[in-house]
């Protein structure tokens, strides 16, 4: 646990974070009909926001965490697409983003998502949502969502990973930071692939063949670490980090749709 928290604290500097996070604040667009907009405490006077776009309460339920210069109302289009396949979203801000306030940084990007997790599920299983419980992360959001699929294995039925990264030091090395963190195991505040590892739940990895942020070969990486049984990656060809939904269409979500069809229901 010191090596963690060592580890985190060697992240959690101004110039890391001036490159990792780039919060934006949601000013109040009209909620789209039926969505609902939630509030999770993660610590005293801070509270992070969500979205929820319901299905039915037995269909397939995303718990989605977004890249680092989103907010969750971006998915606004998203999530009514889930809903015409028969799958509830769940998207997550983080601290500074959206309607959430606080400042954003690598240990509590992790530890909200744990708590907002813990609360969101509370709130769920009281109003009768019983269906597979799918966390998903694209970008920065793959390592919150590795974080739940880790610690919370027992409640989740599925894991989806799209742009996400296994190491995160050649993001440092590609952003010219690499030199601030020393050598040595415990730099990797992140430690995704020693997370995807221990996640036996089945598992998709979703990767753009082109991007320019996040190599393909950190895919690899995932998929190479990956615990399931059952796991598989998609390329998707002549796609770059930001413009996967755009070349697939409504193809990206049938992907996602059949991936979580058939999941066996969450424990209890």
Request: charged content about 20%; hydrophobic content about 40%.
């Amino acid at each position: 646990m010191k090596e963690e928290n060592d580890s985190l604290s060697l992240w959690d500097r101004p110039e890391i974070h001036s490159l990792i996070f780039f919060p934006r604040r949601d000013f109040g667009a009209p909620l789209p009909p039926g969505v609902q907009e939630l509030f999770f405490s993660v610590a005293p006077g801070i509270s992070i926001g969500a979205r929820f776009y319901p299905a039915n309460p037995a269909d397939p339920l995303l718990f989605f965490f977004h890249g680092n210069g989103e907010i969750a109302s971006d998915y606004d289009e998203a999530g009514a697409a889930y809903q015409e396949l028969g799958l509830s979203l769940m998207a997550f801000d983080y601290r500074g983003y959206g309607k959430s306030n606080g400042t954003p940084s690598v240990r509590t990007l992790l530890a909200d998502a744990l708590t907002a997790f813990d609360q969101a599920w509370e709130w769920l299983e009281a109003r009768g949502y019983s269906g597979p419980l799918i966390v998903m992360g694209r970008s920065l959001g793959s390592a919150p969502a590795l974080e739940i699929a880790c610690q919370r294995q027992e409640r989740i039925t599925g894991l989806i990973i799209e742009s996400g990264f296994a190491s995160s030091r050649p993001l440092l090395e590609l952003m010219g930071l690499g030199p601030l963190i020393p050598p040595g195991p415990i730099q990797d505040g992140f430690d995704n692939a020693a997370k995807i590892e221990k996640v036996n739940q089945p598992t998709l990895i979703l990767h753009a063949q082109r991007d320019e942020l996040i190599p393909l070969e950190q895919a690899d990486l995932l998929l190479k670490h990956s615990g399931a049984r059952k796991k598989e990656m998609i390329i998707i060809p002549g796609a770059g980090h930001n413009d996967i939904l755009a070349r697939c269409g409504m193809e990206y979500f049938r992907t996602i749709a059949r991936f979580v069809i058939g999941l066996k229901r969450r424990g209890k």
